[in-house]
């Protein structure tokens, strides 16, 4: 079946890049495309050994790239961008080659699970088109990074020098301090105009090839290929179910959050449809709010659960943060960052250059270098961000004795679950009063619904977010969502889902997908929605590992060399078995569950429903109609 797609879709890529004139893509050998195939190759030992010659030389290729990925990120040069994509032209050249012979084994018939799954992960993970697309795809990669990472809103109407606000932190502090409603407008509008708006046409460019460079080993578009790596044939329904089953609880949050900003905001309007304008939910995307907890602190008399003031009190830096993590994983019997983490991260904004601050973690494919890139403020949002980036490089460090092949997460979203895994016990007020950040914590049902509501805030919050993005995106890559009506899809998701709607009025000559770091980027995001329902299950089984005693949302597992044994013996895998395996091993079931997730939050749950009581709850489908021209 693979095959004979195969065959189609190289003779429309061979016809396209002769007709532009350009260098044909290779044919993949021995597999129905020679007319005298040599037979395959059977000889397991001999695949062995092939991947240990080819291996080495595969490692170096992804390593170049990936520092010179990692030198224009923090150094937004031209220089940069060009490097950066001729070391990925590079590896894509190295990749045509590797295929091409792994294709000369008889791979699918291979008796070793093993070695069958690693060959498989090379063939179907194989992104091809000819040569002048394929370095136009990363060019346009490169190009929408630099314009997103070096946008800036700037305050026109005042006298120059005309103050000008980057995202992290101008912008982000006004989303979430300001309570001027007008500013926050100013703010939101601003950097959609700075961002998305800016590169519609690139995006679409770049979506296009992208899109066509899946169809080579088969997909039916990119959405397919991405979806694949989860290996679940039922996974978009998966999904849903997951979705249906948190609603109920989201729309009690959102009601609740819903009446206490009309009630802050008496001026601004409220569409009778239910929604929630964007902007006020204390974040310019709207995707976590837990920066409205003054506001929506279910017993005000008690103090607050966040810990910012304490952490600048006690003059915490962005290195004493990073200690701090890596001191609770330590604690589990994890492994510590090794001396070229320390050395070579970049965790606070340069001064002296442009850099991409969206958080990430490197693994540069060499078992020395692993590297966190983040602008950190001193807050309780870069203590998370801060937790979520060292889980990665945990990830990456347990797996590296791993064939390259088998270096990511079981799936990706279990990457995305490790460190938010650690951040749900050291949030606790048991951990943050042991590292004396939340000393007078009142430990009675107020304080209890007040940490709820917090984390709910933040976890839950997410989840229509985190679903909705692949959503629309899925749509772009299949073709169902052409450019011209990517606003308008946008939107919809983000009412329907979200229950929240544009502050503006929102046209076709704005792109506010653009506005979000993973779209330009082309990271997916489902992983995020992934991570963050199967980190309570997660949650669940490591504090049954470490015999904990307390309510779910109070369990702190810090010091259990159990819990950290039982995830190490998980991480170590990296993706060399199907995700079903390590998930089973985890928490003894096979199918992700948001069961453990409501288990959490039940007594929110059950006091949001008295506060809402008599309240209409929820939202329409569709979009109020002021929402888009
Ligand atoms: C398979 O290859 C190995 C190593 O190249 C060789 O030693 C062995 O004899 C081969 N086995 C068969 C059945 O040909
Ligand atoms: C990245 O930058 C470092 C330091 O400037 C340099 O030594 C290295 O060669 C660069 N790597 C690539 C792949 O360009
Ligand atoms: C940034 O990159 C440029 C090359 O484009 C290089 O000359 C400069 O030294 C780099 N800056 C830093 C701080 O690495
Ligand atoms: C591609 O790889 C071949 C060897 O497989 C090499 O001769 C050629 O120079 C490479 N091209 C690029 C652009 O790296
Ligand atoms: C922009 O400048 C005007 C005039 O100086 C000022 O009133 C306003 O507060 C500024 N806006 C922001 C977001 O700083
Ligand atoms: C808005 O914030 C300012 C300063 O933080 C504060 O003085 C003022 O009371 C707030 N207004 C409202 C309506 O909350
Ligand atoms: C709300 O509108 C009223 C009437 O226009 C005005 O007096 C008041 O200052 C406004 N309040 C805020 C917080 O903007
Ligand atoms: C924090 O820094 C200030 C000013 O340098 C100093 O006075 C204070 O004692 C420091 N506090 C702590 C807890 O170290
Ligand atoms: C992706 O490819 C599929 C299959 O050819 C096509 O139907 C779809 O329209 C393409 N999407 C884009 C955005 O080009
Ligand atoms: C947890 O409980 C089990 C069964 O009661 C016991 O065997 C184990 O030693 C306990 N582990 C710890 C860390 O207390
Ligand atoms: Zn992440």
Request: with cysteine; proline share 6%.
């Amino acid at each position: 079946m693979i095959t004979s797609k195969l065959v189609a879709v190289f003779l429309l890529v061979l016809l396209i890049c002769l007709t532009a004139h350009s260098n044909p893509v290779q044919p993949l050998v021995n597999d129905g495309l020679k007319n005298d195939p040599s037979p395959l190759i059977t000889n397991e030992t001999e695949a062995w050994e092939w991947v240990a010659r080819i291996n080495p030389e595969y490692e170096k290729f992804q390593s170049e790239k990936v520092e010179a990925d990692w030198n224009h990120s923090t150094n937004l040069t031209e220089h940069n961008a060009k490097i950066s994509v001729e070391k990925k032209l590079q590896l894509t050249n190295f990749t045509k080659r590797l295929v091409s012979e792994a294709m000369e084994f008889d791979w699918k018939n291979f008796k070793d699970p093993k070695l069958k799954r690693l060959f498989a992960s090379m063939v179907k993970r194989y992104l091809n088109l000819c040569e002048f697309k394929i370095s136009r795809m990363y060019q346009l990669n490169a190009e929408m990074r630099a314009l997103f990472g070096k946008a800036k809103v700037c305050n026109k109407t005042n006298e120059p020098p005309n103050k000008c606000f980057v995202v992290d932190p101008d912008l982000e502090k006004i989303m979430s301090k300001s309570n001027d409603t007008e500013e926050i407008l100013w703010a939101w509008k601003g950097w959609r105009d700075e961002t998305g708006k800016k590169f519609k046409d690139l995006y679409e460019e770049f979506v296009g090839l992208y899109n066509e460079s899946t169809l080579w080993i088969g997909y039916k578009d990119a959405g397919e290929y991405l979806r694949d790596v989860y290996e679940t044939p039922t996974f978009v329904d998966d999904l849903a179910e997951l979705m249906r089953e948190i609603q109920p609880f989201y729309r009690e949050l959102h009601a609740y959050v819903r009446r206490r900003l009309m009630a802050q905001y008496p001026n601004v309007s409220f569409p009778t449809q239910g929604h929630i304008p964007a902007h006020l939910l204390g974040n310019m995307w709207a995707q976590t709010w837990e920066n409205l907890e003054p506001l929506l602190r279910p017993f005000p008399d008690r103090p607050s659960v966040d810990f910012t003031d304490e952490l600048i009190k006690q003059n915490y830096t962005a290195l004493k943060l990073f200690q701090l993590s890596d001191e609770f994983f330590k604690s589990l019997g994890l492994i510590p960052m090794p001396d070229p983490f320390w050395q070579k991260s970049m965790i606070v904004r340069p001064a002296d250059r442009e850099v991409v601050c969206h958080a990430s973690a490197w693994d540069f494919y060499n078992k020395k270098d692993f590297r966190i890139k983040q602008c950190t403020t001193v807050n309780s949002r870069y203590f998370l961000t801060t937790h979520h980036e060292m889980g990665h490089i945990q990830y990456h460090l347990q797996y590296q004795n791993q064939p390259i092949q088998f270096k990511s997460g079981a799936n990706p979203g279990f990457h995305e679950a490790v460190g938010d895994l650690i951040y749900l016990s050291t949030v606790t007020p048991e951990y943050l009063k042991s590292v004396g950040l939340l000393e007078n914590f009142v430990d009675d049902e107020g304080g209890d619904l007040n940490f709820l509501m917090n984390q709910a805030l933040s976890k839950v919050a997410f989840l229509p977010f985190g679903y909705m993005i692949d959503q629309w995106r899925w749509g772009v890559f299949s073709g169902h969502t052409p450019k011209t009506l990517y606003n308008k899809r946008w939107w919809e998701n983000r009412c329907k889902y979200q229950g929240i709607y544009p502050p503006v009025k929102r046209t076709e000559h704005d792109f506010d997908a653009g506005s979000k770091f993973h779209v330009p980027n082309n990271t997916p995001y489902i992983r995020y929605f992934v991570a963050h329902v199967i980190v309570f299950q997660f949650h669940e089984a490591l504090c049954k590992a470490a015999n904990n005693t307390r309510p779910l949302h109070r369990c702190n597992i810090a010091n259990s060399k159990e819990a950290g044994r039982k995830l190490a013996d998980v991480l170590k895998l990296g993706s060399s078995e199907p995700w079903q395996i390590p998930f089973k091993k985890l928490t003894g079931v096979e199918k992700m569950s948001a069961n453990a997730l409501l288990n959490y939050f039940k007594p929110l749950i059950d006091w949001l429903k008295k506060q809402n009581e008599g309240e209409k709850v929820g939202w329409t489908e569709e979009c109020p109609p002021e929402s888009f021209e």
